[in-house]
């Protein structure tokens, strides 16, 4: 492990600690959501936006809700936004500042997708209902405009498959992919998961195990590249990527493998690393300087997408 934890970052895992309670691995579903609903509390308030909107959008297994948040009228271009969670926990509500500040920062529309989540609806899920809300999105509501896919770690997997999916199935172009320490791969014996393996971070080794086991029970499942698409054979002509890293993150080395494959593949990639964040800093906003500073960085790069 190289450097040190920002003292906000570290702040914030001190306050973990200190609030003890047993690891996420050892939680139900249920308990791990209420903990991570009161963590989210603990963010605030996101910027104000022109308008705020909840939306169903029609899906192949039924309406998925949505937000859609509107920085201005008349938006350049539409983010269709994953929140993170391992597939398992996490809401549009929970995600409501980062996304109002992601909204801000970028200029365009943001459609926050409150997928299905696990164990309750196992892969593929979240990625069929992933799919629906792009492709509706799509179709109905961005008329033309420039469309994004963005996500962080368990969102910004389905950013990654949503982006791959479109182009296997001749769906929606992208102007750009954001993916914010995405998960790309099932395999947890990758250095960083070994750096990571107690339980003082947002996201430890074990927690990964955990949501994996819920998400894909199936383990043949997981090797599937709209499960994990670093597994995907060929990455050429996926749209070009921003990709955002945590040095102190378990998720660290996989995001790194997936950038260097979009490029490999020659595609366009802009990555981001924080040296001294952890990961879910992107969330934080409000509380982490970085996270706000992260948010910033990420709408700018999707302005520049839009304008093209």
Same mark, same amino acid.
């Given at each position: 492990?190289?450097?040190?934890?920002?003292?906000q970052?570290?702040e914030?895992?001190?306050? =973990? *600690?200190?609030? @003890?309670?047993?690891p996420?691995?050892?939680?139900?579903?249920?308990?791990?959501? +209420?903990?991570?609903?009161a963590?989210?509390?603990?963010?605030?308030?996101?910027?104000?936006?022109?308008s705020?909107r909840?939306i169903? $959008?029609?899906?192949?297994? #039924?309406?998925?809700? &949505?937000?859609v948040?509107?920085?201005?009228?008349?938006?350049p271009?539409?983010?269709?936004?994953?929140?993170g969670?391992?597939w398992?926990?996490?809401?549009?509500? #929970?995600?409501? *500042?980062s996304?109002?500040?992601? +909204?801000v920062?970028? @200029?365009?529309?943001?459609?926050?997708?409150?997928?299905?989540?696990?164990?309750?609806?196992v892969?593929?899920? &979240?990625?069929?209902?992933?799919?629906d809300a792009l492709?509706?999105v799509a179709?109905?509501?961005?008329?033309?405009?420039?469309?994004?896919?963005a @996500?962080?770690?368990a969102?910004?997997?389905? *950013?990654?498959?949503?982006a791959?999916r *479109?182009?296997?199935? #001749?769906?929606?172009?992208?102007?750009?992919q954001?993916?914010?320490?995405?998960?790309?791969?099932?395999?947890?014996?990758?250095?960083?998961?070994?750096?990571?393996?107690?339980?003082e971070? $947002?996201?430890n080794?074990?927690?990964?195990?955990?949501y994996w086991?819920?998400?894909?029970?199936?383990?043949?499942?997981?090797?599937?590249?709209y499960?994990?698409?670093?597994?995907a054979?060929?990455?050429? @002509?996926l749209?070009?990527?921003?990709?955002v890293t945590?040095?102190?993150?378990p998720?660290?080395?996989?995001?790194?493998?997936?950038?260097?494959?979009?490029?490999a +593949?020659r595609v366009?990639?802009?990555?981001?690393?924080?040296?001294?964040q952890?990961?879910?800093?992107?969330?934080?906003?409000?509380?982490?300087?970085?996270?706000? =500073?992260?948010?910033?960085?990420?709408?700018?790069?999707i302005r520049?997408?839009? =304008?093209?």
């Amino acid at each position: 492990m190289t450097g040190s934890i920002h003292p906000q970052a570290q702040e914030l895992l001190a306050g =973990k *600690a200190a609030a @003890g309670g047993p690891p996420i691995w050892e939680m139900t579903p249920e308990q791990a959501r +209420a903990v991570v609903t009161a963590n989210n509390a603990m963010i605030g308030s996101g910027p104000d936006v022109a308008s705020v909107r909840d939306i169903e $959008i029609p899906g192949h297994a #039924g309406g998925i809700p &949505a937000r859609v948040y509107s920085p201005v009228p008349g938006a350049p271009g539409v983010v269709v936004y994953y929140h993170g969670g391992g597939w398992v926990v996490g809401s549009v509500d #929970g995600w409501d *500042a980062s996304v109002r500040a992601l +909204a801000v920062a970028s @200029g365009c529309d943001v459609v926050s997708v409150d997928y299905r989540l696990a164990p309750e609806h196992v892969f593929p899920a &979240a990625v069929d209902d992933a799919y629906d809300a792009l492709a509706w999105v799509a179709a109905s509501l961005a008329a033309g405009r420039p469309l994004i896919v963005a @996500g962080d770690s368990a969102g910004g997997n389905l *950013a990654a498959v949503a982006a791959l999916r *479109a182009r296997d199935s #001749g769906g929606p172009p992208l102007a750009l992919q954001v993916l914010v320490y995405p998960v790309t791969d099932f395999d947890l014996d990758r250095r960083s998961y070994h750096e990571f393996e107690g339980d003082e971070f $947002i996201v430890n080794r074990q927690d990964m195990a955990w949501y994996w086991d819920h998400y894909a029970p199936d383990p043949a499942s997981r090797a599937n590249p709209y499960a994990s698409p670093l597994r995907a054979a060929d990455l050429s @002509g996926l749209p070009p990527a921003y990709v955002v890293t945590a040095e102190h993150d378990p998720l660290r080395d996989e995001g790194f493998a997936y950038a260097d494959r979009l490029r490999a +593949a020659r595609v366009p990639v802009e990555h981001r690393h924080y040296g001294s964040q952890i990961h879910g800093f992107f969330s934080f906003v409000n509380v982490l300087d970085d996270g706000d =500073k992260a948010v910033t960085e990420a709408g700018a790069a999707i302005r520049a997408a839009v =304008k093209g």
